[in-house]
Every structure is written in structure tokens, then in C-alpha cells.
């Protein structure tokens, strides 16, 4: 065991893990083990984790709800840092907000607005990733997005604490600045805006939304969407028009009932969905000239 390792057991105890697989920790329910898993229960946790690997000049990978990444099946080397800090906090006021640790649920940040008669944030009820997840890759849906929701984010870098502004975050769609960096930070917390509003109208919202998602979105394990929507078109548009809807390898398939999803019909392996990304990305190319980049995260050793 490295001393690096060592050190994290000794600090972590139960909260630490050798050689943890990974796949119950991803929607997907796909993915080798880490060589180190650890719990963070809290943002002293969290904060702990990440300066220990650096102290020890390592990285790690984090992890939310894993909703939106691709684990390899050979899994991950070294630290994985699993968030599970999440305390939040309704700030009511002249000018009301929520304030949740990033390993909270988005979707339970919605449903505690509501709770509340707060409006702004119930296309999130969808969103089945952490706020970290959501505030790294600017989640949305229905029109919403964490860009013009947020307030602020508190971020950990090996260089201290920050707290950052959505222009700071540099938001783009599917996109942010933290994500873009060729340095790590560890986002910690973030507020967002809410409004007074109509409990009635808020509920009917929430669940006009959810109800929209059950007839669209194919059940089973996903990552949701695959790949990101091309200027004025959509992925899934594309891939069904190459004729690729349905199309199987191994366990993994290009769902058929939402060309986006790629889902694991049980036992599928990171290879065989892989492949069909791949797979995807070329005949797209092909058939009409267009690159499809990927929303979701390839992540580990392949
Ligand atoms: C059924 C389904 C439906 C979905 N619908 C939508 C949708 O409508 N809109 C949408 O935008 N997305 C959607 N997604 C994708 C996914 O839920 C979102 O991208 C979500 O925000 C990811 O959060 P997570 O906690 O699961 O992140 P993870 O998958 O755990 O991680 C994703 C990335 O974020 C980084 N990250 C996570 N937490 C932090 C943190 N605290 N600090 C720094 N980096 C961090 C990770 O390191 C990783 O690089 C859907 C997914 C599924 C499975």
C-alpha cells in the first residue's frame, strides 16, 4: 500500500475502500473498481480528501451520482473521491436562495423549494446527478439551466478556497470553465436564486415535467444523454436517421425508444458501449458531416 493510501485509510477507516468496484456507484451500473474509494460524508470530508491526494502530489476523480460518466471496466487507478456531502438550506429573505453542499441531489433542491413556495429551479426535478455534478457541467432541461440559476459556487484548488460568480464558471451549454481546465478544482457548495411563488403552480410544474420525461426518456440503466445536441439539430435526430436506433453490441444499446440514450440491458461492459459511441460518432460522420461530441465522461483506464 502507498503511503499516500495508507494515510487515507488511517484517516478514512470505514469510509476508505481497497479495490471498490464502481459500477453500484454509477447510473449505468457500469465499471472496474478503484484502488481507492473513499465516502466523503461532509465538506470537511470532502476538503480532507482532496488536500491529503495533493499533499501527496496526486490527483483523484471524483464522483457525484455518477449520472453522467462512462467507468472503464478496468476501473480507475488511484483515489476516488465519492460525494456524499449533502446538507442544504432554504435561505428565505429579500431575495431568496438555496444553499446546498455538492453532494446533495439536485432533484431533492427542487423539491425543498417547493416545500417552501419557492420557484426557479423545477425543471431540476429531472436531473438525477449531485449539485457538483450539475453546477460542473451546467445541467438543464425544459428550457432551465444551472448558468442563470446559480448565484454562486464555492470551489477547492490546490491554491485554496473560492468563491465564484456564473461568469467566473464561464458557462457554456453542457460546458463550464472548471470543466474545461487542465486544473482540478473540487466545487464544494453552491446558491442558488429562487422566487416567491404559487404552491399550486410550482407542483403542477414539477410534476408536467416528470410526466413529460416517463413518456420520453427509456427506463433502465443510462447515463442519459449520450452525446451533445449539434448547432440546430439533435443527436438523436441524427442517429436515428443513420439507421442506428436499436443497434446492439454485446449488452449495450442505442435505445429504442430515445436514439440519445445508450443503455445497459444488463451485464453490458464499458468496452461494448464504448464501441458504440464510437460506432455512432463515425456513421454520423459519414452519413451527413457531422461530429457528434459526447456529453457523457469517459473515465478510468481503457
Ligand atoms: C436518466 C438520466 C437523465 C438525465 N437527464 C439530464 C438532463 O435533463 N439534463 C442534463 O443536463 N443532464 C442530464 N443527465 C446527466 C446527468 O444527470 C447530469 O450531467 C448531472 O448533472 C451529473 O451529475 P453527477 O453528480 O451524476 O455527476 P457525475 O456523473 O458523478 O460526474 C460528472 C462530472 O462532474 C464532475 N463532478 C461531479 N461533482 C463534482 C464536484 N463536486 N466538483 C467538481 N467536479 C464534480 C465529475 O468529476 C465528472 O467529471 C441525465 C442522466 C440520466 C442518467
Given at each position: 500500500?502507498?503511503?499516500?493510501?495508507?494515510?487515507?485509510?488511517?484517516?478514512?477507516?470505514?469510509?476508505?475502500?481497497?479495490?471498490?468496484?464502481?459500477?453500484?456507484?454509477?447510473?449505468?451500473?457500469?465499471?472496474?473498481?478503484?484502488?481507492?474509494?473513499?465516502?466523503?460524508?461532509?465538506?470537511?470530508?470532502?476538503?480532507?480528501?482532496?488536500?491529503?491526494?495533493?499533499?501527496?502530489?496526486?490527483?483523484?476523480?471524483?464522483?457525484?451520482?455518477?449520472?453522467?460518466?462512462?467507468?472503464?471496466?478496468k476501473?480507475?487507478?488511484?483515489?476516488?473521491?465519492?460525494?456524499?456531502?449533502?446538507?442544504?438550506?432554504?435561505?428565505?429573505?429579500?431575495?431568496?436562495?438555496?444553499?446546498?453542499?455538492?453532494?446533495?441531489?439536485?432533484?431533492?433542491?427542487?423539491?425543498?423549494?417547493?416545500?417552501?413556495?419557492?420557484?426557479?429551479?423545477?425543471?431540476?426535478?429531472?436531473?438525477?446527478?449531485?449539485?457538483?455534478?450539475?453546477?460542473?457541467?451546467?445541467?438543464?432541461?425544459?428550457?432551465?439551466?444551472?448558468?442563470t440559476?446559480?448565484?454562486?459556487?464555492?470551489?477547492?484548488?490546490?491554491?485554496?478556497?473560492?468563491?465564484?460568480?456564473?461568469?467566473?464558471?464561464?458557462?457554456?451549454?453542457?460546458?463550464?470553465?472548471?470543466?474545461?481546465?487542465?486544473?482540478?478544482?473540487?466545487?464544494?457548495?453552491?446558491?442558488?436564486?429562487l422566487?416567491?411563488?404559487?404552491?399550486?403552480?410550482?407542483?403542477?410544474?414539477?410534476?408536467?415535467?416528470?410526466?413529460?420525461?416517463?413518456?420520453?426518456?427509456?427506463?433502465?440503466?443510462?447515463m442519459?444523454?449520450?452525446?451533445k445536441?449539434?448547432?440546430?439539430?439533435?443527436?438523436?435526430?441524427?442517429?436515428?436517421a443513420?439507421?442506428?436506433?436499436?443497434?446492439?453490441?454485446?449488452?449495450?444499446?442505442?435505445?429504442?425508444?430515445?436514439?440519445?440514450?445508450?443503455?445497459?440491458?444488463?451485464?453490458?461492459?464499458?468496452?461494448?458501449?464504448?464501441?458504440?459511441?464510437?460506432?455512432?460518432?463515425?456513421?454520423?460522420?459519414?452519413?451527413?458531416?457531422?461530429?457528434?461530441?459526447?456529453?457523457?465522461?469517459?473515465?478510468?483506464?481503457?
Open positions: 500500500m502507498s503511503s499516500l493510501a495508507a494515510e487515507l485509510c488511517r484517516h478514512f477507516e470505514k469510509d476508505a475502500q481497497e479495490n471498490a468496484l464502481l459500477a453500484p456507484y454509477t447510473s449505468a451500473r457500469i465499471g472496474g473498481a478503484a484502488d481507492l474509494l473513499l465516502t466523503a460524508r461532509s465538506l470537511d470530508a470532502l476538503r480532507q480528501a482532496a488536500q491529503i491526494c495533493w499533499a501527496h502530489g496526486q490527483g483523484f476523480t471524483l464522483l457525484g451520482a455518477g449520472s453522467n460518466l462512462l467507468v472503464s471496466d476501473g480507475i487507478r488511484g483515489v476516488v473521491i465519492l460525494n456524499r456531502a449533502k446538507r442544504q438550506e432554504i435561505r428565505p429573505g429579500a431575495e431568496p436562495a438555496i444553499w446546498a453542499e455538492s453532494g446533495a441531489s439536485f432533484s431533492s433542491l427542487a423539491r425543498a423549494a417547493a416545500a417552501q413556495a419557492f420557484t426557479g429551479l423545477e425543471w431540476a426535478v429531472t436531473i438525477p446527478g449531485t449539485v457538483g455534478g450539475a453546477v460542473y457541467g451546467n445541467a438543464g432541461a425544459f428550457g432551465g439551466e444551472v448558468a440559476d446559480l448565484l454562486w459556487a464555492e470551489a477547492l484548488t490546490r491554491q485554496g478556497e473560492q468563491r465564484l460568480s456564473p461568469a467566473q464558471m464561464g458557462y457554456a451549454y453542457r460546458s463550464s470553465a472548471l470543466k474545461r481546465a487542465e486544473t482540478p478544482a473540487l466545487l464544494l457548495a453552491a446558491q442558488f436564486r422566487a416567491p411563488g404559487d404552491p399550486a403552480q410550482i407542483q403542477s410544474k414539477m410534476e408536467e415535467f416528470t410526466r413529460r420525461r416517463k413518456a420520453s426518456q427509456p427506463p433502465g440503466a443510462s442519459g444523454s449520450m452525446f445536441n449539434p448547432p440546430g439539430d439533435y443527436a438523436g435526430r441524427l442517429i436515428e443513420a439507421g442506428l436506433k436499436g443497434k446492439r453490441l454485446g449488452n449495450a444499446q442505442i435505445s429504442p425508444i430515445h436514439a440519445n440514450f445508450f443503455v445497459n440491458l444488463g451485464n453490458a461492459t464499458a468496452q461494448d458501449l464504448r464501441e458504440l459511441i464510437f460506432l455512432t460518432q463515425q456513421t454520423v460522420q459519414q452519413q451527413f458531416n457531422v461530429k457528434l461530441e459526447t456529453e457523457v465522461e469517459m473515465v478510468g483506464e481503457w
